[in-house]
């Protein structure tokens, strides 16, 4: 008898807990930006599309000074959310909001860097561990390493020189790291991703970082290293954990790289990962393979979710 009390009590601490964490979706989420080398005006709202569209997660906007302006005023409650996405780089945050976002990751908030937000905050070092790897901004050698694979061999480079560089603007092939990661569990070896910017030599100090996937700057393209650059990392920092993707490179719109379903798909999943530490969506129909892109400019997945898919041959 007293054990069926006994289960009784476990079964019933459980439909609490899973009750609680129903009530919970969707998660509250900030996105950040305002400034940026990078058309922050088309990408913001676009990263908002993306992120509600899996019913997940509820975004709001938040637009800091202008540059040059007072970003002591720029002071936001970070605790009232369970992800900040950062698509921002520009002016540095007052020394309050840094340490109130230092806290907020330490303690368990969740993260995503997209694109350029790798490009901010040189001298703040505890953003820096939490990017994992970064560039421009007069990063070189005193920031840390390049971290990258070549031949297959996953590399810790501590060779003197800039940090952050990119070719032109195409088509390239990501290729899967870690294929029991949940964000990339069930995804292809490799897929192709639409026309984007290819970051190349990121360095950082790469602590508590594993590269989820990696990409080979060609020099044929101009500007390659011919290895194979991280694209998406995942990175922890006390309790927080951090999804950190380097592709996405808006024009009006979004353009190529944001409609494209490989971006959009690692970006909710990395959402969802950096959230909770797992990842309940299943890989889409319309998931890229390595014969060809697949677009969706209405951001809206193509059919429904299923299980390992080798999809992705249209380009479409």
């Not at 007052?94 to 806290?103: C, P, R």
């Not at 990339?184 to 790469?206: C, F, I, K, N």
């Not at 999804?243 to 970006?267: K, N, Q, R, V, Y």
Request: aromatic share 10%.
């Amino acid at each position: 008898m007293r054990k069926q009390y006994l289960l009784m009590a476990v079964l019933t601490a459980l439909l609490i807990s899973f009750s609680a964490c129903k009530k919970e979706v969707p998660y509250k989420t900030l996105i950040i930006t305002g400034q940026n080398n990078h058309n922050w005006k088309a990408s913001s709202p676009v990263l908002k599309q993306i992120l509600d569209e899996t019913g997940l997660f509820s975004a709001e906007i938040m637009i800091t000074p202008e540059k040059g302006g007072d970003m002591k005023s720029f002071d936001p409650d970070f605790s009232r959310y369970r992800l900040v996405v950062l698509d921002y780089n520009g002016d540095s945050w007052s020394e309050k909001t840094n340490n109130a976002f230092v806290e907020y990751v330490r303690n368990g908030g969740g993260v995503v860097l997209y694109h350029a937000a790798d490009n901010s905050f040189p001298s703040w070092k505890e953003y820096n561990e939490m990017a994992g790897l970064g560039g421009w901004g007069d990063r070189n050698q005193k920031d840390g390493p390049y971290v990258y694979y070549k031949d297959d061999k996953l590399v810790i480079d501590t060779t003197a020189g800039i940090g952050g560089s990119h070719g032109k603007r195409r088509e390239f092939l990501v290729r899967t790291r870690i294929a029991d990661h949940p964000v990339m569990r069930g995804l292809p070896v490799a897929w192709l991703h639409a026309t984007d910017e290819l970051y190349s030599q990121l360095r950082g100090p790469a602590k508590n970082m594993q590269i989820l996937a990696t990409a080979f700057a060609d020099s044929a393209a101009g500007g390659g290293t011919m290895r194979d650059e991280p694209i998406l990392m995942a990175i922890t920092f006390g309790k927080g954990r951090i999804f950190h993707t380097t592709m996405g490179h808006a024009d009006e719109g979004g353009g190529p790289s944001m409609h494209c379903a490989g971006f959009i798909t690692t970006l909710q999943r990395g959402a969802e990962w950096a959230v909770t530490g797992n990842v309940t969506q299943k890989v889409p129909l319309d998931f890229p393979g390595s014969e060809g892109i697949v677009l969706r400019p209405d951001f809206k997945m193509s059919g429904t979710y299923t299980g390992l898919h080798d999809a992705g041959t249209k380009s479409h």
